[in-house]
């Protein structure tokens, strides 16, 4: 298990080498529920389409929106199923190569900052490319944007703004215990 430095200590994370993503929520009518619910951790925001398209024009404006871009790929790619069928694992490796060239390589025109020493762990990865070649450098984006971003992002006025947008009608009641104990994810 790990601990999320930003949410509450009841919420723990499940351990990043499970793979099993929660399915992106179906697109809704925003709700106070749903927006307030993208404060608590990054994870649940990325839970949501709309808040990752809410996330992504934020990060437009600070000229980021690759390191989401980054991460959605590698969401995607994970969803590749690549077993025995040639088709799909050609599928998969030349998604991989794609996602390899447009963010990780030397000069990539969508190039996310990794450190020196995920890029060489990517690099090895390469050698035998799977679903899970970009974990690491995944999960350092998922972390910088958690410590960096997505705090200017809920504490700016664009949040702020929706947050109001949607709560003109609901009155603001304390969470309870459950809501409060809600489990967020490190990737």
Request: aromatic content about 8%; glycine content about 2%.
């Amino acid at each position: 298990m790990v601990f999320c430095f930003f949410c509450r200590p009841s919420q723990i994370h499940p351990d990043p080498s499970d793979h099993s993503d929660p399915p992106l929520l179906p697109p809704q009518p925003l709700t106070f529920e749903t927006v307030n619910g993208w404060s608590v951790c990054l994870s649940h925001l990325l839970a949501t389409e709309a808040g990752q398209d809410e996330f992504e024009k934020f990060l437009q404006g600070e000229h980021s929106e690759d390191n989401l871009r980054f991460w959605k790929d590698v969401q995607e790619l994970k969803k590749v199923q690549a077993e025995d069928d040639k088709k799909d694992v050609m599928k998969m490796d030349q998604k991989v190569s794609i996602i390899f060239d447009d963010y990780i390589a030397h000069g990539a025109k969508k190039e996310v900052s990794l450190r020196a020493n995920t890029v060489a762990i990517v690099m090895e990865n390469m050698k035998n490319p799977n679903k899970e070649v970009f974990d690491v450098a995944q999960q350092e984006i998922f972390d910088l944007m958690s410590r960096d971003s997505y705090l200017r992002y809920i504490s700016g006025p664009s949040y702020q703004k929706l947050l109001d947008s949607v709560s003109a009608s609901v009155p603001l009641l304390p969470a309870t215990a459950e809501q409060q104990d809600v489990k967020c994810k490190t990737n």
